[in-house]
């Protein structure tokens, strides 16, 4: 079973940069996918970003551009570097990993805090 630790989260103020680190704590064998989403209170949890195993990215279309995601295959971490942040960019920001399985099972993180101040 997968354990996610998230780190990096905080406040800014828009136009700066943050970065946020999942640590897995397993071996990454059987990782389909990794990725952050984000939710703001009574919201819907929505995707931010994700990078496969083959390392096919993709990104919501509200972060295209400024936030970029990484995985460290040797650490079996992922990164995300938010730049150019905006007020509008404030959430709890979530790590998930997809794990090959029939089913495939998902793990998630415990949630970071990003406070973007106008």
């Known amino acids: 079973q997968e354990q996610l630790v998230e780190s990096g989260g905080g406040l800014v103020q828009a136009g700066e940069s943050l970065t946020l680190s999942c640590a897995a704590s397993?071996?990454?064998?059987?990782?389909?996918?990794m990725g952050w989403y984000r939710q703001a209170p009574r919201n819907q949890r929505e995707l931010v970003a994700f990078?496969?195993?083959?390392?096919?990215?993709n990104y919501a279309e509200t972060v295209r551009g400024r936030f970029t995601i990484s995985r460290d295959h040797a650490e079996n971490t992922v990164t995300l570097q938010m730049n150019s942040l905006k007020p509008e960019d404030t959430d709890v920001y979530y790590c998930?990993?997809?794990?090959?399985?029939?089913?495939?099972?998902?793990?998630w993180g415990q949630g970071s805090q990003v406070t973007v101040s106008s």
């Open positions: 998930k990993t997809v794990v090959a399985g029939n089913p495939s099972r998902d793990y």
């Open positions: 397993g071996s990454g064998f059987g990782i389909i996918a």
């Open positions: 990078i496969t195993a083959g390392g096919i990215k």
